[in-house]
């Protein structure tokens, strides 16, 4: 693939490991864990066995998906611009001081070609920020540019970022999530976002000013679309005590927020149509070992979630979920699920809290959804986002990281 004179942008936050506001997240693990929930885990490959890349082997710096990429997801809410057509090796990649959590290739300034933004690391205190930074890539080198008419957001711990066109005028805005200092006193952060007015980014905080209430705190999940069906793209997020609904006022800003009950320590959320209905639904998880359900709960379109959340089924020895993801396997009404998890069967220093992974299928029946492993590994590193598409042009789907060179690619057909 020529990228000669190609403008590219990418968005890369870099986040400590853990997200519990009430442990710290600089854990010591020791290298025993017990066996999964067998009455929930069927079909079950390790990842050496069931991965189509070694970490040994060579890629390109980038891949182009071409034709095989496919968008999923609610269109235009943040999930469906969570994919890209692109593969990066960022460790690879000339001129990027680092790769972080987050990494979103977005187009920014509609030329067809996706864009890059980066939050480079985490601040070294409670009192300092890291700046979001923006930058070109052309033959496989990155430079830096500023497209900023104001500041560039700064967060202290950057976390998830949410792509999406909140002001509607045709071009794609982002909402920057990040939880403060993640030891005691766990103080928050407020949410910032930049609007995009044809490549030139405008730096908003939404920390209690006339746009929205004061909502600085432990901000560790989210998503966005529009769930109350006025066309406009709303925000749910969550913090350690509850999801909160941000509804968009049509301009990008946003009203005060409502909290749904019992949702406390839901860490990660996506808003997709689990049953086919055309209506988004809310699907989470967080510590399952402090009583958070990996869930869904079903949206009825005008902005509620009225209905008990549904249960999913849990992993004993991997209780900390750290990802959701959806796709269609078989053509009925309601999503398959891929749940990417670590180790947690208490956030204590001496168990395995964040350590290694377990990627797990949830395939919907008419007996609810059956659970099934995709791969499992006791020790090691955690799994970052997972992304789902054909990578290899066979016509079935992978997931896998968009690290290349990570080994981190499975079969799911």
């Given at each position: 693939?020529?990228?000669?004179?190609?403008?590219?942008?990418?968005?890369?936050?870099?986040?400590?490991?853990?997200?519990?506001?009430?442990?710290?997240n600089d854990?010591?693990?020791?290298?025993?864990t017990t066996?999964d929930?067998?009455s929930?885990?069927?079909?079950?490959?390790?990842?050496?066995?069931?991965?189509?890349v070694?970490?040994?082997?060579s890629?390109?710096?980038i891949?182009?998906?071409g034709?095989?990429?496919?968008r999923?997801?609610?269109e235009g809410s943040?999930?469906?611009?969570?994919e890209?057509p692109?593969?990066i090796?960022?460790?690879?990649?000339?001129?990027?001081?680092g790769?972080g959590?987050?990494r979103?290739l977005?187009?920014?300034?509609?030329?067809?070609v996706p864009?890059?933004?980066?939050?480079?690391?985490?601040?070294?205190s409670a009192?300092?920020?890291?700046?979001?930074e923006?930058?070109?890539?052309?033959?496989?080198?990155?430079?830096?540019?500023?497209?900023?008419?104001?500041s560039a957001?700064?967060?202290?711990?950057?976390?998830?970022?949410?792509?999406?066109?909140?002001?509607?005028?045709?071009?794609?805005?982002?909402v920057?999530?990040g939880?403060?200092?993640d030891?005691?006193?766990?103080?928050?952060?407020?949410?910032q976002?930049f609007?995009?007015?044809?490549?030139?980014?405008?730096t908003?905080?939404?920390?209690?000013?006339?746009?929205?209430g004061?909502?600085?705190?432990?901000?560790?999940g989210?998503?966005a679309?529009?769930?109350?069906?006025?066309?406009?793209?709303?925000?749910?997020?969550?913090?350690?005590d509850?999801?909160?609904i941000?509804?968009?006022?049509?301009?990008?800003?946003?009203?005060?927020p409502?909290?749904?009950?019992?949702?406390?320590?839901?860490?990660?959320?996506?808003?997709?149509?689990?049953?086919?209905?055309?209506?988004?639904?809310?699907?989470?998880?967080?510590?399952?070992?402090?009583g958070t359900p990996?869930?869904?709960?079903?949206?009825?379109?005008?902005?509620?979630?009225?209905?008990?959340?549904?249960?999913?089924?849990?992993?004993?020895?991997?209780g900390?979920?750290?990802?959701?993801?959806?796709f269609?396997?078989?053509?009925?009404?309601?999503?398959e699920i891929?749940?990417?998890?670590?180790g947690?069967?208490?956030?204590?220093a001496?168990?395995?809290?964040?350590e290694?992974?377990?990627?797990?299928?949830l395939?919907s029946?008419?007996?609810?959804?059956?659970?099934?492993?995709?791969?499992?590994?006791?020790?090691?590193d955690?799994?970052?986002w997972?992304?789902i598409?054909?990578?290899?042009?066979?016509s079935?789907?992978?997931?896998?990281?968009?690290?290349?060179?990570s080994?981190?690619?499975?079969?799911?057909?």
């Amino acid at each position: 693939m020529n990228l000669r004179g190609v403008g590219w942008l990418i968005l890369v936050c870099v986040v400590l490991i853990g997200c519990n506001p009430s442990a710290e997240n600089d854990q010591t693990t020791n290298d025993t864990t017990t066996d999964d929930d067998s009455s929930n885990t069927t079909n079950t490959n390790s990842s050496e066995e069931n991965s189509s890349v070694s970490p040994e082997s060579s890629l390109p710096v980038i891949v182009d998906l071409g034709t095989a990429f496919k968008r999923r997801g609610i269109e235009g809410s943040s999930y469906y611009h969570s994919e890209s057509p692109y593969r990066i090796d960022f460790e690879k990649l000339e001129g990027v001081r680092g790769t972080g959590h987050i990494r979103h290739l977005v187009d920014l300034n509609n030329d067809v070609v996706p864009e890059l933004l980066t939050l480079n690391g985490v601040a070294e205190s409670a009192d300092s920020t890291v700046k979001t930074e923006v930058y070109r890539i052309a033959n496989e080198t990155a430079e830096l540019y500023n497209p900023w008419n104001t500041s560039a957001p700064e967060l202290v711990w950057p976390r998830k970022s949410l792509i999406a066109d909140f002001d509607g005028n045709g071009h794609l805005d982002a909402v920057l999530l990040g939880h403060g200092w993640d030891k005691d006193p766990f103080p928050g952060e407020s949410v910032q976002y930049f609007l995009n007015d044809d490549g030139t980014l405008t730096t908003y905080v939404i920390n209690g000013t006339a746009k929205v209430g004061n909502i600085r705190a432990f901000w560790h999940g989210g998503s966005a679309a529009d769930i109350d069906g006025d066309g406009d793209i709303d925000l749910v997020l969550s913090d350690a005590d509850a999801i909160r609904i941000f509804e968009n006022r049509g301009d990008g800003t946003f009203e005060p927020p409502t909290s749904l009950t019992d949702s406390a320590g839901f860490y990660t959320l996506e808003l997709v149509d689990i049953n086919g209905d055309g209506n988004a639904d809310i699907l989470g998880g967080g510590h399952e070992f402090d009583g958070t359900p990996t869930a869904y709960a079903l949206g009825n379109g005008k902005g509620d979630f009225p209905d008990s959340p549904v249960e999913l089924p849990a992993i004993a020895t991997f209780g900390v979920v750290v990802d959701v993801d959806v796709f269609d396997a078989n053509g009925d009404d309601f999503l398959e699920i891929l749940v990417t998890r670590t180790g947690g069967t208490s956030s204590a220093a001496d168990t395995n809290f964040y350590e290694g992974y377990h990627i797990q299928l949830l395939t919907s029946s008419d007996e609810g959804y059956v659970s099934s492993t995709i791969a499992e590994s006791t020790t090691g590193d955690w799994v970052e986002w997972l992304h789902i598409q054909d990578i290899d042009g066979d016509s079935k789907l992978e997931a896998y990281s968009d690290l290349l060179n990570s080994g981190l690619e499975w079969d799911l057909e």
